[in-house]
Structure formats: structure tokens, C-alpha cells
DNA sequence: ATGGCGTGGTAGCCACGA
């Protein structure tokens, strides 16, 4: 089984380059973020057209989350039961595969704009509901799936200049400790457990030329349970839609099981 | 590096992203 993460800023946009990706990569799940449309603009007809099933937790302008996958998508959740918010974070299902079944849990993390501003405090609340809404998730899902923008970098080797970012958001030591608290509900970080040496990043930023000069984060995430990752043939991330006309700010992040 | 870009609103040279 084979799945990836995009964060797409903007379906609108990229819905060409999605269908050209998917037809390339042949994933059998493809997690998506920042679709930035109502569930009424998802373009179900066109996924459906490449032969697969689709849902979506979207809203106008921001945020906005869909899984597009070959299974059948079952026990659907939007957002988080124990957080009331207005914006559209979080999508889970439930599928049947060949290694049983497995909930699938597409995020995409607030910002969080700058250390200290509300949307910081806003994503640092987002992730401790997160945490304790997954914790409950495990106790009902032996195998689980967490993919999305974290919207952290983890690690120092996962920021291209960890000196001029020391203490910023997306590498702050209050986000790395949410990430870990994650983590310690029993999961992995699928690319880092398998290549832990590894540099790679999945958001290089529009200006400066960040791709060009290789100025990039990780902070597009495969979390999974152990037993996943013992079974997990392959981790990457594929550069070549970042090098496209008119590309995304990230790039797909994939697992192979 | 602190902004230069990109997207999507709306009529604010706006908000937001990371």
C-alpha cells in the first residue's frame, strides 16, 4: 500500500497537477491539506474519474483537508469531537486493506504565525486536543495512519538554517515538545525512523528563491504505529512537483507498506 | 532574511501562510 501527503495551497489551483500526479505515482491513499474550498467546489468527480473514492472537510479561503483513496472510506470524522472549532483541520476514515484495517488521519496543524501570537497559543491548544482526541483514537485502532503539515520541524537536521530560525515558530522547543508528546502515544515519525540520517525537506518558502538554494523544512509528517513501520518497504518525499509551473510551497511525503 | 511570493478573498495595498 502506498500513501502520500500534499499539502496543495489551493485544490483550485493544483487540481491539474494532483491528477497528473496521482496517474504518475499511482498512490493508493493521497492525503491532502490547505484545499482552501467549500465541500460543494471538491472536485470528487474528477478523483472519482481516476478511480478513486474521496471525502473532504473543506471551507472557503483557508485551511481545508481531503483523503482521495482506492478503499472504501469508513467511520468518517470531521475535525476533533472534543475541540469546537471553526476551522477545518482534520479529516479520519477507516479502511480495509490487504494488512487489515487501518484509520486513516489527515491533519494540517495550525501555523502558528509567530512564537508567542495568538495563533501560537491557538496551535499548541489545536495539538493538546489533538493529542489527547488521538490517545482515545488508539485505544479503538491498533494500526493508525497520522499524515498531514505539522507545521513542525522536529529536529535541527530538518530546518536548512536551524542558527537564523533558533526559537522560531515551526522549530520552537514547545512545538518539538508537542510533536514528541504525539510520538509518545506509541508512534513514529515514518521518514525519520527509516533514514535517520537523512536531510530532506517537504516546504521550501515562494521567496528568496528557497527551492533554488535548497532553503527548506520538514515539516510534511507520516506518523505510525510500530508495527506499521515494520512492515514499511519505503519512505521519500518526491521533489519533482515543488519543480513545477506554478508549484505548491510543499511537496508530497510518501510510505510504501 | 524578517522581505522580496502565492492564493483568495474583497474593494483594505487586506489576511494568511511558514
Not at 501527503?5 to 499511482?26: F, H, M, P, Y
Not at 489527547?132 to 503539515?149: H, P, Q, R, V, Y
Not at 522536529?154 to 508537542?178: F, G, T
Amino acid at each position: 500500500m502506498k500513501l502520500a501527503t500534499w499539502n496543495v495551497n489551493s485544490l483550485t489551483v493544483r487540481i491539474g497537477q494532483v491528477e497528473d500526479w496521482i496517474k504518475k505515482a499511482q498512490p493508493d491513499l493521497l492525503l491532502l491539506q490547505e484545499t482552501k474550498q467549500e465541500n460543494i467546489k471538491f472536485p470528487h468527480d474528477a478523483i472519482s474519474a481516476l478511480g478513486y473514492k474521496s471525502i473532504h472537510n473543506g471551507q472557503k479561503t483557508y485551511n481545508g483537508v481531503a483523503i482521495i483513496s482506492k478503499y472504501e472510506l469508513l467511520d468518517v470524522q470531521h475535525n476533533m469531537p472534543n475541540f469546537e472549532d471553526e476551522q477545518k483541520r482534520l479529516i479520519a476514515a477507516t479502511i480495509d486493506t490487504e494488512h487489515g484495517k487501518i484509520r486513516i488521519v489527515c491533519v494540517y496543524v495550525p501555523n502558528g504565525q509567530s512564537v508567542g501570537s495568538d495563533k501560537y497559543h491557538y496551535k499548541l491548544d489545536w495539538l493538546k486536543h489533538f493529542t489527547s482526541w488521538l490517545k482515545n483514537e488508539m485505544l479503538s485502532f491498533t494500526d493508525i495512519i497520522i499524515a498531514g503539515d505539522f507545521n513542525i520541524a522536529p529536529q535541527d537536521i530538518d530546518c536548512h538554517d536551524p542558527e537564523a530560525w533558533k526559537d522560531n515558530v515551526l522549530v520552537s522547543a514547545k512545538e518539538r515538545e508537542a510533536f514528541q508528546s504525539i510520538l509518545a502515544l506509541g508512534l513514529l515519525d515514518s521518514f525519520r525512523a527509516t533514514n535517520p540520517e537523512e536531510i530532506q525537506y517537504s516546504w521550501w518558502d515562494y521567496r528568496m528563491a528557497g527551492f533554488r538554494r535548497n532553503h527548506g523544512m520538514r515539516i510534511d509528517h507520516i506518523l505510525t504505529n510500530k508495527q506499521i513501520i515494520g512492515k514499511t518497504t519505503l519512505t521519500s518525499i518526491d521533489k519533482e512537483p515543488r519543480k513545477s509551473e506554478r508549484p505548491s510551497d510543499h511537496t508530497p511525503v510518501i510510505i510504501e507498506i
